[in-house]
């Protein structure tokens, strides 16, 4: 079980992660220390990409919230994009798509 | 026997060999066995190597005790980065440089009397002793 | 701790022994020493010492590079010494947390495990065991004065000790607010409120909460993120998803929980669980909600508690007996 983050700048300044793998107990400290200190900025920009991500339990959602509310507190914007189907329902489930910001980019270049 | 102590200053790999080696021949002349020669010479690796780690410069001062119990004194001092928690740094199964058993705790069980002050920022002086039996 | 000249004279003897009669026995013997010495504690150079001494003594004048490379070995020796008496040492410290977590355990199940009431006209069965040895898995039912039952399962995000503190948290929570009981949107606002108040921000819990209500046969009932429990229709014949939205507690303190309804007539079944059940995983995979509704329906004919009990040894049997995350299963059937 594995977790790739990959750090990318956006060309809007942006911070972009890309998670392939599983977050789940194992990993998920892993993206929470990566991600802490981007969302700790003041009106920091972050885009967590979940295309790859085939697996993701509550200690995920627990990281994503987390994340959440830091960036709420330095007045940021967090966007998860491309959630595959599993993970929509736990975002669905949880609550968090009614507050977090969700892209599908995928469905738009489909369409 | 010269009893006058013996300084090794520490600040390349081969100055942890010259300690080691200074440290072995003295436990030899006062009278330590084959097994206790080793460990007192693993014990004096292990501190200059924190110092050339952890410090970059510091000393290894040997010298004898020759008191009630005759023994090796071994002084291991830096003016390094100093030890933050020294209550986690005693701890078995805590340790950066990724050794088993070793660090410390592992100097500690070599030898028979251990002792330590650290001040952050300041550095580190650890004394060692062991003695004949 | 042996003494020095005993155990070299134990060792020579063995050793001489050896090397003149060779036989499976005189290294069986050699086995025995081995355990013995470590029983006695004594490290690996030191047995390595002796051997040296006892080869001294019969070979008095022993080639010099023969006698360096003992050295060699010796000084190798000395690291393993330490990583044994570090070894030896760590597990005294291991049976020392255990019997600790042992004890908060106790503690913790005799928080747990509240009684299960009795109806007649409810057939209730519970089964709910920790993936480790604390659990973060919670439930409890209460009984009022107007025989209504109120039931609560919840979840706290991750498993073992910390999950377990959490869980201790929301019981004193859940007690000390008996008014509220019978609004299941109400008591999970509270809790939520206690829970964004108490928590680190990336621990949050999960929670089904409902009231049964026995003049109505009615369940009114709210969740916080709760993994959706089912709904049994035994006019229909089916089993259905028991939706309600709400957001997971500690995620914001100013969430409203609404509150749902669903009339339940006999032979019906509520089934609640933690996503431990749904999170089974086994060689072919995440077990489908399905699989779930598949075992529930070859036991329907059985007790609650029967049923529980069944679904909960399939599923741990499926995934080779390591439950990957706390598991809790609740059964409500009304039987009149």
């Given at each position: 079980m594995n977790l790739n983050i990959l750090h990318e700048k956006k060309v809007d300044g942006g911070e972009l992660l890309t998670i392939s793998g599983e977050l789940d107990a194992y990993t998920a400290p892993k993206l929470k220390e990566t991600i802490l200190p981007l969302v700790d900025v003041e009106r920091a920009s972050v885009t967590l990409d979940?295309?790859?991500?085939?697996y993701m339990d509550s200690t995920g959602i627990g990281v994503i919230i987390a994340a959440y509310k830091q960036s709420c507190k330095r007045n940021g914007t967090l966007v998860v994009q491309n959630l595959t189907p599993r993970v929509s329902r736990l975002f669905d489930i949880t609550g968090l798509s009614e507050i977090i910001t969700i892209d599908d980019i995928k469905k738009e270049e489909t369409t | 026997m010269n009893i006058a102590p013996n300084r090794v200053e520490i600040h390349n790999e081969w100055d942890i060999v010259r300690a080691r080696q200074s440290g072995r021949e003295r436990a030899k002349e006062l009278g330590f066995g084959h097994v206790d020669q080793a460990r007192i010479a693993t014990a004096i690796s292990e501190l200059a190597r924190n110092i050339y780690l952890y410090a970059k410069h510091g000393e290894i001062i040997i010298s004898v005790i020759d008191g009630e119990k005759r023994g090796i004194s071994i002084i291991a001092e830096d003016n390094g980065?100093?030890?933050?928690d020294l209550r986690k740094a005693m701890?078995?199964?805590?340790?950066t440089s990724g050794?088993?058993?070793?660090?410390l705790p592992g100097v500690k069980r070599l030898m028979d009397d251990f002792d330590i002050v650290s001040e952050e920022g300041q550095g580190t002086k650890i004394t060692a002793k062991k003695y004949l039996r | 701790m042996i003494d020095h000249k005993e155990l070299y004279q134990h060792y020579r003897k063995l050793l001489i022994e050896h090397m003149e009669r060779k036989s499976e026995k005189t290294l069986y013997n050699g086995q025995l020493f081995s355990r013995q010495m470590m029983e006695n504690g004594v490290s690996p150079e030191d047995v390595l010492s002796l051997h040296i001494d006892v080869i001294k003594e019969f070979y008095?004048?022993?080639d010099e590079k023969f006698q360096s490379a003992f050295d060699f070995l010796l000084e190798a020796m000395i690291g393993y010494g330490l990583a044994y008496r570090e070894h030896q040492n760590l597990r005294y410290k291991q049976r020392q947390l255990e019997s600790e977590i042992d004890i908060a355990a106790d503690v913790q199940q005799s928080l747990l495990v509240g009684e299960v009431p009795h109806y007649d006209f409810l057939d209730i069965g519970v089964i709910s065991r920790p993936?480790?040895?604390?659990?973060?898995d919670y439930y409890h039912f209460v009984k009022d004065e107007q025989n209504c039952l109120s039931v609560a399962i919840a979840d706290v995000i991750g498993k073992g000790i910390p999950a377990a503190l959490c869980m201790s948290m929301i019981k004193y929570a859940m007690d000390s607010e008996?008014?509220?009981?019978?609004k299941p949107g109400a008591v999970l606002e509270n809790l939520n409120r206690v829970v964004e108040q108490n928590v680190d921000p990336s621990m949050f819990i999960t929670m089904f909460y409902g009231l049964y209500n026995e003049s109505q046969h009615r369940l009114y009932f709210a969740s916080a993120g709760h993994e959706p429990g089912f709904y049994y229709s035994s006019n229909k014949d089916e089993f259905q998803e028991l939706i309600a939205k709400g957001r997971v507690?500690?995620?914001?303190?100013?969430t409203k929980y609404r509150e749902y309804e669903k009339n339940i007539d006999v032979g019906d079944m509520v089934i609640l669980f933690s996503d431990g059940v749904t999170e089974c995983r086994t060689e072919k995979g995440f077990i489908e909600r399905d699989e779930i509704v598949r075992l529930i329906r070859q036991r329907m004919h059985l007790s609650s508690q029967e049923i529980v009990d069944g679904v909960y040894k399939e599923l741990e049997r499926l995934q080779d007996f390591q439950l990957r995350d706390d598991f809790t299963l609740i059964i409500l059937k009304r039987e009149v």
């Open positions: 979940l295309k790859d991500t085939d | 980065p100093g030890i933050r701890e078995d199964g805590y340790t050794g088993l058993g070793a660090g | 008095p004048h022993m993936a480790k040895r604390m659990s973060g008996p008014e509220q009981r019978t507690l500690g995620l914001d303190r100013s």
